[in-house]
């Protein structure tokens, strides 16, 4: 189901989702559910903001309800507070919930009149902080009135967030359906990776310390010598057996991250279409600037300044007479280099520079990806180790963004594909688990002064860059030229006979399914499409700029203002896009996209360029009166798209079943007299 459906069908209930906001918004609020309960109103509080963001819930009643809520969750504690005060303190220490109590008693002291509003955005004293001030016998006016102020100030800060990520959920749809589910699984994850790490701390390492004792107790029954030599080896007891159980599950992460892309490889599923899409989008991001930037980065991140750096840490970890994780060193980048140089000239594969579109490619673990998730991952760690969690934090992200802006530059250049580097930095992953977790039992307590070796992995860094980035300047540009496809010539009777089948039926996304069909084959110069569209009524679409982009950001904008937003076939943003208003609906146009094939049709005039596409219908809307929102509707009719771009003179409508579908297609013939292709501009002469 798509976007669009979900969010219709929760708007024909709207009543029943503002009826959980507003329970769960109370529910927070009261002392007895907020403080064993743990309701997540900012969770729902967001939800209901994404809705109200992509159309599916008005904003008012939204923000009305959040804060009524609010303040009838909050005014119920204070009355229970006022009610029950002498049993109140006595039941919170029953249910073992002192700590609360006195953490909201803190609270309150500290803050005073203050801490009513503050507290609706501390959740360890949210619920509690009413219940203290009704227990202490304020004033019902001046606790009413910080409770309307505070909740009028609370729902709108807790809605925005959800607003703005519901309006870009909406607009990335209308680019790519994928695009919006990525973005929507994106938050989704960052949101459970943090609930994890906080279950893993407190409750996940003691679990499988205690599933471990037991598991080992087990196998020392069973297996004595096998048992009693595993616990000689592994002492649960052990400071580093948190570190260990981490890298284990990091290993078995990395096996299973590989192994998913080595199915997905072999069964040459949609993983296999994303490299080639995303490939042919990042040629169309080439520029200048940006060539001379990523070529820096790429340089950067090569092998020769990765040796560079890796032997002056040897020397640092020598000269501190760090012997043992100078040993450790040698052994981990010897693994590194030995599974580093997948050539792929020499192992049968091909660099996408070399692919052709339409041919299969054969994507290998990029080794140069698994060389520096490997030797940079390894010395972070190394380096973090019993340091404060600022320092810890600082280094890991560091050396996050320095991978991967590395793997992004060499799919930039295309030195690798997506598959190929995924591939490798779960082959470098794997490796560094099994020698971080060898390394944490060995029990190596070496003093390396991990700022001192951080200053000498820069200081390496821009020593060997200083050379290398110029040139890599010069190489990588000079052999990042990708090959131009060949363009395949038609006469028009092998077009309109069977030719107009090689011409992709629908759009591929960036995540390798098949979206809407594309049912427009026209073979034309851009300059003969234009004019023949312009006397139909249709008109180029807005180009984007700063000013017209803002349109989106602005409400009531009129539809011939905006700028059409990009749809990818094949990894390509369409190249000629047009529109027109719709006669009947003010707030709504049509939208034709066309992609240029590696296809020419040989007629009367000479050959003139193929290009393919579809007629989109737009609605606009508003959603809290604060931007514009788009909904996209492809056009399925032959016979429709016919009548909207007035080609009834010369079109031909083809249709096929293949795969229980009948695919339609109209085929707009070549004009038999007139401009010839030498109209054409130059890049567009086959």
Partial sequence: MSMHTWLVSISNHPYLVLAVVFAIAVAEAIAVVGTIAMVPASIVMFFAGALVGAGALDVWPTLALSALGGIVGDGLSYELGRHFHGKVRSWFQAKGQEVRWVRGEQFVERHGGKSLLLARFFAPVRSTVPLLVGTAHMGRLKFYAANVASALVWAPINLIPGIVFGASAALAEAVSTRLAAALILLVVLLYLVVRLARLTTTHGIP??????????????????????????????????????????????????????????????????RTDTALYTFLQSLHATPADAVMAGIAALNGRIVGFAMASAVLIWFVLRRSWKTAAWWIILVGIAVVQSPFDWAKSGGALPLDWRPGAPHIPLPDGLAAFNILVYGFLGWVITRRQATSWRGAVAIAIALWIVIGGLADLYFGKTWLSGLLGGWALGLAWFAILGGAYALWHVQDDMHPKSVALVVIGSLAVAGSWAIPAGLQSIVATSVP????????????????????????????????????????????????????????????????????????????????????????????????????????????????????????????????????????????????????????????????????????????????????????????????????????????
């Fill in 207 to 272: 679990a499988a310390k205690r599933t471990a004792r037991y598991a080992m107790l087990e196998m020392a029954r069973r297996l004595p010598q096998f048992g009693g030599r595993i616990q000689r080896v592994i002492k649960l007891d052990d400071p580093e057996f948190p570190t260990i159980s981490a890298f284990s599950l990091l290993l078995i992460a990395s096996v299973w991250l590989f192994g998913g892309v080595l199915q997905d490889v072999i069964a040459n599923d949609p993983l296999m």
């Fill in 483 to 686: 090959v131009s496809p060949a363009i395949t010539i038609f006469k028009i009777s092998e077009w309109t006979a069977a030719g107009w089948q090689q011409i992709p039926a629908r759009r591929m996304d960036f995540g390798g399914e098949e979206e809407e069909p594309l049912l427009l084959q026209w073979p034309a110069s851009s300059r003969l499409i234009e004019q023949r569209l312009q006397r139909s009524g249709w008109q180029a679409a807005p180009a984007w700029s700063v000013r017209s982009a803002l349109g989106w950001l602005l409400p009531r904008s009129r539809p011939d203002e905006l700028p059409v937003l990009p749809k990818y076939a094949q990894g390509e943003n369409s190249q000629l896009t047009f529109m027109r208003p719709d006669p009947d609906l003010p707030e709504s146009r049509f939208v034709l996209r066309l992609w240029s094939s590696h296809y020419a049709i040989q007629g009367t005039q000479g050959a003139e360029p193929l290009w393919y596409g579809a007629v989109y219908h737009e609605t606009l809307s508003w959603p809290a009166h604060l931007f514009t929102r788009v909904s996209t509707q492809n056009i399925t009719s032959a016979a429709t798209i016919v009548k909207l771009l007035d080609l009834q003179d010369r079109p031909t409508i083809r249709s096929m079943r293949a795969a229980n579908r009948t695919r339609d297609v109209v085929l707009v013939l070549p004009v038999v007299s007139g401009a010839s292709n030498t109209d054409m501009p130059p890049h567009e002469r086959p």
